[in-house]
């Protein structure tokens, strides 16, 4: 871990999946090994592989993790709804990149649906390749402020319905329900990320 006092500028957050997720901490070892200037980063990899560069954790409560996205000034996650829920709990806006199921990062499409949604509402910065991440984790770190706002307090009774209406109006009507299924399920257990006071609620790590 960074020694103590030194604020971490980067934190990342593979969640505790247990499908590897290594495409991403290439990301980050690429990014760290081709930037001129140092940075400091930590990556909370679960089941995925250690970073090279960059300080590797490989699990810890989620109160510490949570606590370390209140010091850093960019949050990185996977695209799964209890990541960015968290990462929006604590009042960060994160880069987040969705496993994909067909490189057996995870079982199904939810996570690229789920980010897809709270990019285009701005509760998040969705990322799809390298290119992009890196172009919207060297923005992020040119103006922390863009991707620092208030936290999100969880609002049940507010607007309960209108994040169903919005995955099952359009994303999946060619799913033949797996996907539909998990979201839901998701969901019901995580909160409403649209049923709060300006934004989404809290979750864990799916």
């Given at each position: 871990?960074?020694?103590?006092?030194?604020?971490?500028?980067?934190?990342?957050?593979?969640?505790?999946?247990h499908h590897?997720?290594?495409?991403?901490?290439?990301?980050?070892?690429?990014?760290?090994?081709q930037?001129?200037?140092?940075?400091?980063?930590?990556?909370?990899?679960?089941?995925?592989r250690?970073?090279?560069?960059?300080?590797?954790?490989e699990?810890?409560?989620?109160?510490?993790l949570?606590?370390?996205?209140?010091?850093?000034?960019?949050v990185?996650?996977?695209?799964?709804?209890?990541?960015?829920l968290?990462?929006?709990?604590?009042g960060?806006?994160?880069?987040?990149?969705?496993?994909?199921?067909?490189?057996d990062?995870?079982?199904?499409?939810?996570?690229?649906?789920?980010?897809?949604?709270m990019?285009?509402q701005?509760?998040?910065?969705?990322?799809?390749?390298?290119?992009?991440?890196v172009l919207?984790?060297e923005?992020?770190?040119?103006?922390?402020?863009?991707?620092?706002?208030a936290?999100?307090?969880?609002?049940?009774d507010?607007?309960t319905?209108?994040?169903?209406?919005?995955?099952f109006s359009?994303?999946?009507q060619?799913?033949k329900?797996r996907?539909?299924?998990?979201l839901?399920?998701?969901?019901?257990?995580?909160?409403?990320?649209?049923?709060?006071?300006g934004?989404?609620?809290?979750?864990?790590?799916?």
């Open positions: 871990m960074n020694a103590p006092g030194q604020m971490p500028k980067v934190v990342v957050s593979l969640g505790t999946d590897r997720f290594n495409r991403l901490v290439d990301w980050i070892d690429q990014w760290m090994e930037r001129q200037t140092p940075v400091d980063c930590v990556v909370q990899h679960g089941f995925s250690a970073p090279r560069y960059a300080t590797a954790v699990r810890m409560p989620r109160h510490e949570l606590e370390l996205y209140r010091q850093s000034e960019i990185v996650v996977q695209g799964g709804p209890g990541s960015i968290d990462a929006r709990e604590v960060r806006v994160p880069i987040a990149v969705p496993r994909r199921p067909e490189l990062e995870v079982v199904d499409g939810h996570q690229i649906i789920f980010t897809d949604i990019s285009k701005g509760d998040a910065i969705m990322a799809e390749d390298y290119a992009g991440f919207k984790l923005a992020a770190i040119a103006q922390p402020a863009t991707v620092t706002t936290p999100r307090v969880a609002r049940p507010i607007a319905y209108k994040l169903e209406e919005a995955i359009g994303f999946l060619s799913d329900g996907t539909r299924r998990r839901k399920q998701l969901i019901g257990a995580k909160g409403n990320p649209l049923a709060a006071s934004g989404p609620g809290h979750g864990g790590n799916p």
